[in-house]
Protein backbone atom coordinates (compact mmCIF):
# COMPACT_ATOMS: atom_id res chain seq x y z
CA UNK A 1 0.00 0.00 0.00
CA UNK A 2 0.67 3.68 -0.70
CA UNK A 3 1.56 5.91 2.53
CA UNK A 4 -0.03 9.33 0.78
CA UNK A 5 -1.60 9.34 -2.26
CA UNK A 6 -2.01 12.48 -5.04
CA UNK A 7 -4.76 14.28 -3.28
CA UNK A 8 -2.43 14.78 -0.38
CA UNK A 9 0.61 16.08 -2.28
CA UNK A 10 -1.53 18.18 -4.24
CA UNK A 11 -3.31 20.18 -0.99
CA UNK A 12 0.40 20.23 0.08
CA UNK A 13 2.14 21.72 -3.06
CA UNK A 14 -0.80 23.74 -4.48
CA UNK A 15 -2.97 24.89 -1.36
CA UNK A 16 -5.76 27.18 -3.89
CA UNK A 17 -5.87 24.22 -5.75
CA UNK A 18 -4.38 25.92 -9.13
CA UNK A 19 -2.34 23.19 -10.11
CA UNK A 20 -3.78 21.29 -13.43
CA UNK A 21 -4.82 17.87 -13.39
CA UNK A 22 -2.13 17.12 -16.54
CA UNK A 23 0.47 17.18 -13.36
CA UNK A 24 -0.92 14.01 -11.81
CA UNK A 25 1.56 11.59 -13.41
CA UNK A 26 4.28 13.42 -12.26
CA UNK A 27 2.94 13.28 -8.92
CA UNK A 28 2.38 10.12 -8.86
CA UNK A 29 5.79 9.49 -9.99
CA UNK A 30 7.03 11.44 -7.00
CA UNK A 31 5.26 9.73 -4.44
CA UNK A 32 6.39 6.41 -5.73
CA UNK A 33 10.55 7.24 -5.32
CA UNK A 34 9.92 9.38 -2.18
CA UNK A 35 8.20 6.27 -0.43
CA UNK A 36 11.01 3.61 -2.09
CA UNK A 37 13.68 5.93 -0.68
CA UNK A 38 11.72 6.59 2.63
CA UNK A 39 11.72 2.42 2.70
CA UNK A 40 15.39 1.95 1.51
CA UNK A 41 16.47 4.63 4.67
CA UNK A 42 14.37 3.36 7.38
CA UNK A 43 14.87 -0.62 6.06
CA UNK A 44 10.72 -0.53 6.87
CA UNK A 45 7.45 -0.89 5.17
CA UNK A 46 5.10 0.99 6.54
CA UNK A 47 1.56 0.08 5.25
CA UNK A 48 1.28 -3.36 5.42
CA UNK A 49 0.42 -6.21 3.17
CA UNK A 50 -1.02 -9.57 3.71
CA UNK A 51 1.40 -12.20 2.78
CA UNK A 52 3.57 -15.44 3.74
CA UNK A 53 7.00 -15.69 5.03
CA UNK A 54 9.14 -19.11 4.63
CA UNK A 55 12.07 -20.27 7.19
CA UNK A 56 13.92 -23.58 7.03
CA UNK A 57 15.83 -25.00 9.56
CA UNK A 58 19.20 -23.90 8.04
CA UNK A 59 17.83 -20.17 8.45
CA UNK A 60 20.78 -20.35 11.41
CA UNK A 61 20.87 -17.16 13.43
CA UNK A 62 17.01 -17.34 13.15
CA UNK A 63 16.05 -19.69 15.11
CA UNK A 64 17.30 -19.88 18.56
CA UNK A 65 15.34 -22.78 21.04
CA UNK A 66 11.84 -21.83 20.70
CA UNK A 67 12.49 -18.30 19.29
CA UNK A 68 11.43 -17.89 15.35
CA UNK A 69 13.79 -14.40 14.61
CA UNK A 70 11.83 -13.04 11.84
CA UNK A 71 13.65 -11.16 8.79
CA UNK A 72 10.53 -8.06 8.56
CA UNK A 73 8.32 -6.46 10.73
CA UNK A 74 5.19 -8.46 11.34
CA UNK A 75 1.55 -6.42 12.76
CA UNK A 76 -0.50 -9.20 12.60
CA UNK A 77 0.21 -13.12 12.88
CA UNK A 78 -2.76 -14.66 11.09
CA UNK A 79 -1.27 -18.55 11.42
CA UNK A 80 1.60 -20.22 11.74
CA UNK A 81 2.85 -24.13 10.39
CA UNK A 82 5.30 -26.41 11.67
CA UNK A 83 8.23 -27.53 9.43
CA UNK A 84 6.22 -30.77 9.15
CA UNK A 85 3.01 -28.89 7.96
CA UNK A 86 1.27 -28.79 11.31
CA UNK A 87 -0.70 -25.99 12.63
CA UNK A 88 0.98 -24.22 15.73
CA UNK A 89 -2.43 -22.65 17.52
CA UNK A 90 -1.35 -18.76 17.53
CA UNK A 91 -2.25 -18.52 21.45
CA UNK A 92 0.35 -21.22 21.18
CA UNK A 93 3.07 -18.46 20.26
CA UNK A 94 4.09 -14.71 21.97
CA UNK A 95 4.82 -11.88 19.51
CA UNK A 96 7.64 -10.05 20.66
CA UNK A 97 8.28 -7.49 21.68
CA UNK A 98 5.88 -7.93 24.00
CA UNK A 99 5.00 -4.67 25.10
CA UNK A 100 5.93 -2.37 22.20
CA UNK A 101 4.42 -4.00 19.59
CA UNK A 102 3.39 -4.11 16.73
CA UNK A 103 5.38 -4.54 14.83
CA UNK A 104 6.87 -7.76 16.13
CA UNK A 105 10.46 -8.81 15.11
CA UNK A 106 10.18 -12.12 17.28
CA UNK A 107 7.67 -15.15 17.68
CA UNK A 108 8.41 -17.57 20.57
CA UNK A 109 6.78 -20.66 21.31
CA UNK A 110 4.70 -21.30 24.09
CA UNK A 111 5.89 -24.79 26.52
CA UNK A 112 3.63 -26.78 24.71
CA UNK A 113 4.93 -26.65 21.07
CA UNK A 114 8.62 -27.29 19.61
CA UNK A 115 9.30 -26.07 16.03
CA UNK A 116 9.20 -30.18 14.32
CA UNK A 117 10.41 -30.11 10.21
CA UNK A 118 10.30 -32.65 7.59
CA UNK A 119 13.09 -33.48 5.89
CA UNK A 120 12.60 -30.47 3.32
CA UNK A 121 9.86 -28.77 5.14
CA UNK A 122 9.52 -25.12 6.34
CA UNK A 123 7.76 -23.03 9.15
CA UNK A 124 5.15 -21.09 7.11
CA UNK A 125 3.92 -17.36 8.29
CA UNK A 126 0.94 -16.02 7.38
CA UNK A 127 -0.43 -12.49 8.16
CA UNK A 128 -0.04 -8.77 7.67
CA UNK A 129 3.74 -7.84 7.59
CA UNK A 130 4.67 -4.09 7.52
CA UNK A 131 5.18 -1.94 10.63
CA UNK A 132 1.53 -0.77 10.53
CA UNK A 133 -1.34 -0.94 8.99
CA UNK A 134 -1.53 2.99 8.24
CA UNK A 135 1.28 5.00 8.65
CA UNK A 136 2.20 6.82 11.49
CA UNK A 137 1.79 11.02 11.00
CA UNK A 138 4.93 11.65 10.98
CA UNK A 139 5.97 9.04 8.41
CA UNK A 140 3.27 10.43 6.22
CA UNK A 141 4.44 13.93 6.97
CA UNK A 142 7.90 12.97 5.38
CA UNK A 143 6.34 11.33 2.98
CA UNK A 144 4.64 14.50 1.48
CA UNK A 145 7.79 16.32 2.08
CA UNK A 146 10.06 14.80 0.04
CA UNK A 147 7.51 14.05 -2.40
CA UNK A 148 7.00 17.72 -2.84
CA UNK A 149 10.75 18.53 -2.82
CA UNK A 150 11.42 15.59 -5.65
CA UNK A 151 8.57 17.13 -7.42
CA UNK A 152 10.11 21.10 -7.18
CA UNK A 153 13.21 19.54 -8.43
CA UNK A 154 12.14 20.25 -12.36
CA UNK A 155 12.07 23.68 -11.71
CA UNK A 156 15.88 24.35 -10.01
CA UNK A 157 18.68 25.06 -12.41
CA UNK A 158 21.47 25.48 -9.95
CA UNK A 159 19.18 27.07 -7.25
CA UNK A 160 17.55 25.60 -3.84
CA UNK A 161 17.80 22.51 -2.75
CA UNK A 162 20.71 21.52 -5.20
CA UNK A 163 24.81 21.48 -4.62
CA UNK A 164 27.01 22.64 -7.13
CA UNK A 165 30.05 20.68 -8.01
CA UNK A 166 33.15 21.96 -9.61
CA UNK A 167 33.99 26.10 -10.35
CA UNK A 168 32.27 28.34 -12.84
CA UNK A 169 35.57 28.59 -15.13
CA UNK A 170 36.01 25.52 -15.89
CA UNK A 171 32.24 24.31 -15.39
CA UNK A 172 30.04 23.34 -12.96
CA UNK A 173 27.68 20.44 -12.42
CA UNK A 174 24.41 20.74 -10.48
CA UNK A 175 22.88 17.81 -8.44
CA UNK A 176 20.46 16.99 -5.67
CA UNK A 177 21.18 16.74 -2.55
CA UNK A 178 19.76 13.62 -1.51
CA UNK A 179 16.87 13.40 1.17
CA UNK A 180 16.72 16.67 3.42
CA UNK A 181 17.76 17.01 6.65
CA UNK A 182 14.22 17.68 7.79
CA UNK A 183 12.52 14.53 6.24
CA UNK A 184 15.45 12.69 8.13
CA UNK A 185 14.73 13.87 11.19
CA UNK A 186 11.00 13.25 10.75
CA UNK A 187 12.26 9.23 10.11
CA UNK A 188 15.70 8.48 12.05
CA UNK A 189 12.61 7.06 15.22
CA UNK A 190 11.61 4.47 12.40
CA UNK A 191 14.99 3.66 11.24
CA UNK A 192 15.64 -0.22 11.67
CA UNK A 193 19.50 -0.95 11.98
CA UNK A 194 18.63 -4.24 9.66
CA UNK A 195 15.47 -4.58 8.61
CA UNK A 196 15.15 -7.54 10.08
CA UNK A 197 15.92 -9.10 13.68
CA UNK A 198 17.04 -5.56 15.04
Known amino acids: GSII ?10 PNGNLPLTENALLDACITR ?8 TRRVFVGTAGTAYYSR ?32 VGSTWLEPRNDGPPYRMIRLKSSEVWVWDTDGEITV ?24 LYRQKDLAG ?12 GETSYPRG ?20
Open 179 to 198: MPDDIRYLLSPYRSRSGGMI
Open 159 to 170: GAGVEVAGWAEA
Open 5 to 14: GTTQLRAYIS
Open 34 to 41: AESAIQNY
Open 126 to 149: AGTWGFSTAAPADVVQAAIRYSAV
Open 58 to 89: YAGDQMVDKALYLDQDLHTLVALYNGNGGTIP
